[in-house]
């Protein structure tokens, strides 16, 4: 069973990466601030990938070089004690970065954000008014958790509130950052666990999130936590570290109610983990988890509920955003379009009716699908690639949507709006990392694919659940932005395991006493690793030139190309044509 999980979880997992690497090459996507639209525009794989390889040997050249000056050092200890101090001045910088991005951003709650800030204030009030029939809180009832948590914030802060918690998402995100770099150290070692540290720190869209008034890092702190608490308890089998998993994973989905991924994944991991050591210890494990998650998620909607006087259990259908993440939209495909809302203004007071449509109307979605494959192809592409292939993952638009061209002036003018000289910067940067962190992930899943095993699989796990969950649900970049992070531990380990591997190669060679390169080119085209990397190689050349519709429907869809570069010349036009 072991095997077969593994292989399962690994082979799904190599599929999607090769995929979402493939779409980066090839196409680029970036969002209209003014009404979210999202611009699918075209990228130039020969100008990445050839980039990528030669990244990928100069690498090898300074790997060759340090592990050459290493050698000729004795004294390895003063080296760990620089590198240490150098983490501790590079993580000084970053938070006095960060928190002058926090004080000086022009980050104002909108749309759901304002609308649960404001919603935490009037709980803190007595003003009940948004619980009652059609009102917000009646709509979303699942925003009740994060609104009790920034009610705490008004209480405590009161005018004060939005900067407290600011200042509290920052806690979490370095927080999260050590979560994330701990689980990576016990997958991979401590090289790549700094490597990965120090990524984190300087992803610049993670800022943005970091001023978001919303569950989002909180959430994805205590789920990171809470995964690197299981690993713990299989490492160890002390109860300790099975009870503060399901405390963590409970924090996270209060936070932010999608976070019930997570738990699900953690309850996979566990499952896995008695049936490999036959053990029924983690299957109590399984229970508690699930267990406190319906305890806490009905206990708080049973207090809102009695201090309200409102109805917790209403609220917009699960399917609805089934449905609507099926669905196109002005936005992309599958991105909100307003359906589940709809449903519910329309039924709210007859919850069996609302099924019944919603569940007539997916399986006409389901039909159309499948009568026409190709338009099925090209949807899942698109809401894909919006989500995946968007390098900025909405940290500009989450600071400027529902604001005018000129709200932001001076740097962040420059960095948040489009077609402004640091944002096209900012762009192209991030796109160039995307593609990087993919092809890295593709490194991994070649070259170290002999160690590969469950138990290095947690985040890869959590990745998964989020991907197959966001294809068919609502889209939005948002959603995925702490699945993306996940990956930075394997496209790290990807480099470091690759890069070992040429240098083992060329040692043999060396060894060998063959003089000639071509002796060495000729050793590597009979590694299997590097094998499989050319066929990789090949196969973006060939959608490159292979015309078709297959190809442009699956991979090579940018087509906005000129309506982008429109946007960024003309976009104070656009907004007032727009509002």
């Known amino acids: 069973m072991e095997k077969i999980s593994k292989n399962i979880v690994y082979i799904l997992f190599a599929l999607i990466i090769l995929y979402l690497f493939l779409i980066s090459l090839f196409t680029t996507c970036t969002m209209a601030y003014t009404d979210e639209h999202i611009f699918f525009v075209k990228d130039y794989p020969q100008l990445l990938l050839p980039g990528l390889l030669f990244l990928f040997f100069v690498l090898f050249r300074l790997k060759v070089y340090a592990d050459r000056k290493l050698s000729e050092r004795a004294d390895g200890g003063l080296r760990e004690e620089w590198c240490n101090r150098l983490l501790v001045g590079v993580t000084a910088v970053w938070f006095a970065v960060l928190l002058w991005w926090i004080w000086r951003a022009p980050a104002l709650p909108t749309a759901d954000q304002a609308s649960v800030f404001l919603r935490a204030k009037d709980f803190v009030e007595g003003n009940y008014t948004y619980w009652q029939p059609g009102e917000y809180m009646d709509v979303y009832p699942y925003q009740n958790a994060m609104v009790l948590f920034f009610s705490a914030f008004h209480f405590l802060f009161g005018e004060g509130a939005l900067i407290a918690i600011k200042l509290f998402n920052l806690i979490c995100w370095y927080a999260g950052i050590l979560a994330v770099c701990r689980l990576t150290g016990r997958y991979f070692g401590r090289g790549t666990a700094v490597g990965t540290y120090l990524a984190l720190l300087w992803f610049f869209p993670a800022w943005s999130y970091v001023t978001f008034i919303y569950g989002t890092i909180p959430g994805l702190c205590f789920a990171v936590w809470g995964v690197l608490q299981e690993k713990k308890f299989e490492e160890t089998g002390k109860n300790r570290h099975l009870i503060l998993t399901g405390v963590l994973l409970l924090l996270a989905?209060?936070?932010?109610?999608?976070?019930?991924?997570?738990?699900?994944?953690?309850?996979?991991?566990?499952?896995?983990?008695?049936?490999?050591?036959?053990?029924?210890?983690?299957?109590?494990?399984?229970?508690?988890?699930?267990?406190?998650?319906?305890?806490?998620?009905?206990?708080?909607?049973?207090?809102?509920?009695?201090?309200?006087?409102?109805?917790?259990?209403?609220?917009?259908?699960?399917?609805?955003?089934?449905?609507?993440?099926?669905?196109?939209?002005?936005?992309?495909?599958?991105?909100?379009n307003g359906y589940a809302e709809i449903l519910y203004s329309k039924h709210r007071d007859d919850t069996a009716l609302m099924k019944m449509l919603a569940a007539e109307d997916l399986r006409s979605t389901v039909s159309v699908f499948l009568q026409q494959p190709d338009y099925a192809l090209r949807f899942f592409a698109r809401?894909?690639?919006?989500?995946?292939?968007?390098?900025?993952?909405?940290?500009?638009?989450?600071?400027?949507?529902?604001?005018?061209?000129?709200?932001?002036?001076?740097?962040?003018?420059?960095?948040?709006?489009?077609?402004?000289?640091?944002?096209?910067?900012?762009?192209?940067?991030?796109?160039?990392?995307?593609?990087?962190?993919?092809?890295?992930?593709?490194?991994?899943?070649?070259?170290?694919?002999?160690?590969?095993?469950?138990?290095?699989?947690?985040?890869?796990?959590?990745?998964?659940?989020?991907?197959?969950?966001?294809?068919?649900?609502?889209?939005?970049?948002?959603?995925i932005f702490p699945y993306y992070l996940l990956l930075f531990p394997y496209g790290i380990e990807g480099f470091r395991a690759a890069l070992q591997r040429f240098a083992e190669l060329r040692?043999?060679?060396?060894?060998?006493?063959?003089?000639?390169?071509?002796?060495?080119l000729k050793m590597l085209g009979q590694d299997r690793g590097v094998k499989c990397l050319a066929a990789v190689v090949l196969l973006v050349v060939l959608i490159g030139v292979i015309p078709g519709n297959i190809t442009a429907s699956a991979f090579k869809f940018g087509t906005d190309t000129v309506d982008y570069r429109w946007f960024c010349n003309n976009n104070e036009i656009n907004y007032t044509i727009g509002g």
């Open 253 to 336: 989905v209060l936070w932010k109610s999608n976070y019930i991924i997570f738990v699900i994944a953690v309850c996979i991991m566990l499952l896995v983990h008695a049936v490999r050591e036959r053990q029924i210890k983690p299957l109590w494990g399984v229970l508690w988890t699930a267990g406190l998650y319906l305890a806490g998620t009905q206990g708080v909607s049973a207090f809102v509920e009695a201090v309200t006087g409102g109805d917790a259990g209403r609220g917009i259908l699960f399917i609805g955003s089934i449905v609507d993440g099926l669905q196109e939209s002005v936005r992309a495909p599958g991105w909100y």
């Open 383 to 479: 809401k894909t690639a919006s989500m995946w292939s968007f390098p900025l993952l909405e940290c500009n638009t989450l600071i400027t949507k529902g604001h005018d061209r000129f709200y932001a002036t001076g740097i962040f003018e420059n960095i948040l709006y489009d077609g402004q000289p640091l944002n096209v910067l900012l762009l192209l940067w991030l796109d160039v990392l995307q593609s990087i962190l993919y092809f890295g992930t593709v490194l991994y899943l070649i070259f170290d694919r002999k160690k590969a095993d469950l138990k290095k699989a947690g985040l890869i796990i959590c990745f998964l659940g989020g991907f197959l969950f966001y294809l068919f649900w609502e889209a939005k970049c948002q959603y």
């Open 507 to 520: 040692e043999e060679w060396k060894e060998k006493g063959q003089a000639s390169k071509k002796g060495y």
